[in-house]
């Protein structure tokens, strides 16, 4: 028996003996009682009930924490559970891994592993996360599959953010400004107006902006927000929801950093391996910086045949994002019945750099939802509810990405449908124990039309290794007409064939510079049903002390890439055991929670900058089911209050993940891979029925990306009462064991481990009317590697965390 299921019977066994036992003692202690822990409530299994009744894994982020971390971004969230990592991308796109799982979804044509939920929305596009950190009652983040009652199926888990809501007979203001460095103004505040005594309105404002974190310029911000809701009772048994929000993201991305070069050696035998060659740069030095653009112009790129590449993209964002939607809640003696339509919108231009000379995209999202639910009992012993969902996204877009050697242009439409039916069922046979059978059948229709016209620039043919010093680097250009004018007065020839492969009569030849043009047209669909279901049992043996088991099954929808031979890929799906306890002693002072897990995945999903089948291949974002992987750990959260003015809290994760089986191919071109993983070199046939020469790469058991074998979180918190006032004092930190994010499993390009603290000190009226706080975040200044991605002049361009940031808030509360 491995360690893991050791550990797993062991919670079981000292569960079962140790809890009752403790639940006695507890309540005989509750005369000593010093004041307890604060009761959240969820709605993670869509009926509002505490978190510690709730018998599935979830972290709760209060609106306190949110504050306290300086959340204003979906990236910031990663600082607020132990089990989520996030990275932030072009445009506001954002990654989200859960214990290792997730996907790079940055393009509009794959739909990310962990589903993102708005004011109970499922929101289709990871690059529509923005401008909803603010004005929030909390946010839940579900580890695990989703594949019952929430939005649409997600493999890894899911994150729902819930903002405030009107509140009836309550005039109130809430403000929040602050001031840090990099000129970094903050501003948020809620109004809550009731009007007479069934209705109310809420109306709340968000305003993030500093100036460029990186050297050249780029990774400023400029986001602004407003969310409007208005809540009624026109009947004891009805309510109604209204609420819109608009939010606008402007500002530039970050441009990355150069982390190092790597270039072939060779000896007396020929080839000898890789030479890698930190940069010495830091990780707030940009690609534009001019220090940059020497390092990179000084590098020779064998296929054009030349150095003096410069690195001359302008990044921006210029998005903007709004939503409608409605909650209707109708209460009957027999059950509630809740219908919530909503209908979003995202209109999206940006440019980035990272490898690319620019790179930029102009996309047309729509999304159509609605969702009826029926909760209700069928007598003493059985709750149950039932639903239906249809969801319809529809997204237009134009894309490039200039390279020095390659620049593909897209243009496509994608269109989704989505229909699901789920129930669950809770059976309380005796009084202290429950068992909930959960399903969910769903139907996912996909369909996509495009092109990509992709260019390629060689100096003749690249065997040679030709020498073309004057030859001119692809043009910045947003469209292949512009390409290929750009070459037609160059007198350099753009052809669908490349020149060394043609007879001379033919205009063929070696050493002559030509442009190839390699379209890629994809139109395609799929069709998947999947049933997914979860089965539980909860024992209570006190009010305060339980334990839960579930197992349950999970399924992410296939999608499409926009790759010849490689064009769609398939569903995964997700078996999850889970064995977990919650508990509360010494008075409601002490929370103690623990969970277990095996997670089971098979056609697992793997998103990254890869090769096609095309002949010649062509560098493009793709999306492989790359086979099966196992996941398991432990999770243990406790907090304790101290005394009435003192609060600890800590949590810490323990992974265990293995890739069972994962192969992908890269082209032959001559010299090996740039791999740490096992390879062999093979064939594989194109699409129009060549035979190309590929390395097979296994990476079968690897560690999974960004899932750190040891994660945890300590803090703390000391309220010293000044009459009148009081002084309230912070202290946190993280700490991540280092983790891969890159399937070369290369030595240098891994997540080393790392703490980040961060330290705060607020002075308040002790009511709570009013507060000044000082902060400090990632006051070691650690910028953990996020992310790294080779280019065409073999520079390894990455991306850091955060840097340190300080400053002051102040805070009104009427």
């Keep these: 028996m491995n360690v893991f299921h050791r550990s797993v019977s062991a919670l079981a066994i000292c569960a079962a003996m140790v809890l009752p036992q403790i ?11 010093l004041g307890g822990l604060e009761e959240i409530v969820v709605t993670a299994q869509r009926v509002s009930q505490s978190a510690q009744k709730a018998p599935l894994p979830v972290d709760v982020v209060t609106s306190a924490d949110l504050r306290q971390q300086i959340v204003t971004r979906a990236e910031d969230l990663s600082r607020t559970s132990p089990a989520l990592a996030t990275v932030g991308g072009a445009g506001g796109t954002t990654t989200f891994y859960l214990r290792g799982v997730g996907n790079n979804t940055v393009n509009a044509y794959s739909d990310p592993a962990i589903a993102f939920n708005y004011d109970g929305v499922y929101i289709g596009r990871p690059s529509s996360t923005s401008g909803m950190f603010y004005d929030l009652a909390r946010v839940e983040v579900l580890k695990g599959p989703q594949g019952t009652l929430y939005g649409r199926n997600a493999t890894g888990g899911a994150i729902n953010v819930i903002p405030n809501r009107p509140r009836l007979d309550e005039f109130g203001v809430d403000a929040t400004v602050g001031y840090g460095n990099y000129n970094w103004w903050t501003a948020q505040a809620a109004l809550n107006v009731p009007a007479g005594d069934s209705v109310a309105m809420r109306l709340a404002g968000t305003l993030s902006r500093h100036d460029a974190f990186m050297s050249d310029g780029t990774g400023n911000q400029r986001e602004y927000g407003a969310r409007f809701q208005i809540y009624a009772e026109p009947a004891p048994q009805l309510d109604l929801r209204i609420a819109a929000d608009y939010a606008h993201q402007g500002g530039a991305s970050s441009s990355s950093y150069y982390f190092g070069s790597v270039d072939p050696t060779f000896g007396p035998s020929g080839f000898a ?93 729509r999304q159509a939802s609605i969702e009826a639910r029926w909760a209700g009992q069928a007598g ?25 050697t390659l620049s593909p242009f897209q243009e496509f439409d994608t269109h989704t449908k989505s229909w699901a039916g789920f129930g669950k069922f809770t059976f309380r046979p005796i009084e202290r124990l429950s068992l909930t059978a959960a399903g969910r059948y769903t139907s996912d229709r996909k ?18 290794r030709n020498s073309c010093p004057t030859l001119p680097f692809m043009p910045l250009a947003t469209n292949g007409a512009d390409v290929e004018s750009f070459y037609g007065a160059a007198g350099i020839p753009v052809t669908s064939v490349p020149l060394f492969v043609l007879p001379d009569a033919f205009g063929g030849s070696q050493t002559a510079p030509f442009v190839l043009r390699s379209p890629i047209v994809i139109n395609s669909s799929l069709k998947n049903n999947k049933f997914t279901y979860r089965l539980a049992a909860q024992y209570d043996f006190s009010p305060s002390n339980m334990v839960y088991a579930s197992f349950e099954t999970g399924y992410h929808a296939g999608g499409f890439s926009f790759a010849r031979g490689l064009d769609s890929y398939q569903p995964e799906t997700l078996d999850a055991y889970t064995l977990g306890s919650k508990n ?17 995945y098979r056609n697992q999903q793997f998103s990254q900058f890869g090769y096609d089948l095309g002949d010649p291949p062509s560098t493009v974002l793709l999306t492989r089911n790359i086979g099966t992987s196992t996941i398991k750990g432990v999770d243990l959260d406790v907090e304790f209050q101290a005394t009435p003015d003192t609060l600890l809290s800590g949590s810490i994760q323990y992974l265990d993940t293995k890739y069972d089986s994962f192969v992908y191919y890269a082209p032959n071109q001559g010299l090996p891979p740039k791999t740490a993983c096992g390879y062999s070199p093979t064939t594989q046939t194109t699409p129009g029925g060549s035979v190309v020469n590929v390395f097979e790469i296994d990476c079968s058991g690897r560690q999974a990306f960004n899932a750190p074998k040891w ?32 399937a070369d499993y290369l030595p240098f390009l891994k997540s080393k481990s790392n703490f980040v603290t961060t330290l705060s000190a607020t002075l308040a009226q002790a009511s709570d009317r009013w507060s ?29 965390e955060q840097p340190r940031t300080y400053g002051l808030r102040a805070s009104f509360h009427y």
């Design 23 to 33: 639940a006695v003692a507890q309540d005989s202690d509750a005369q000593t009682r």
């Design 273 to 365: 391996g890789y030479e890698y060659k930190r940069s010495g740069f830091s990780s707030l030095q940009g690609l534009g910086d001019p220090a940059s653009q020497d390092y990179l112009a000084s590098r020779y790129i064998t296929q054009v045949g030349r150095a003096g590449a410069a690195s001359d993209g302008n990044p921006s964002n210029d998005n903007d994002y709004w939503g409608v939607t409605a909650e209707l809640n109708y209460k009957t003696d027999i059950g509630t019945l809740t219908i919530q339509p909503a209908w979003r919108e995202a209109h999206i231009d940006y440019r980035f750099a990272n490898i690319f000379r620019e790179a930029g995209s102009k996309e047309d999202d």
């Design 380 to 404: 003493p012993q059985i709750d149950y509810l039932l639903g239906g969902m249809y969801f319809d996204e529809k997204i237009g877009a134009t894309a490039y990405y200039n390279q020095w």
């Design 447 to 464: 369909s996509f039309d495009g092109v990509s016209n992709v260019y390629i620039l060689f100096c003749g043919n690249p065997a040679l």
């Design 584 to 600: 509360r002693f010494l008075g409601n002072r002490l929370q103690l929670n623990v969970e277990a897990f095996l997670w089971k």
């Design 711 to 742: 994660s945890f979180t300590v803090n703390g918190e000391q309220t010293v009462p000044l009459g009148d006032l009081k002084l309230v004092l912070q202290a946190g930190t993280r700490y991540r064991s280092s983790t891969y994010f890159s």
């Design 772 to 800: 000044i706080t000082a902060y400090a975040f990632n006051v070691t200044d650690s910028r953990r590697l996020a992310n790294a991605v080779i280019n065409s002049a073999n520079l390894y361009v990455a991306d850091a």
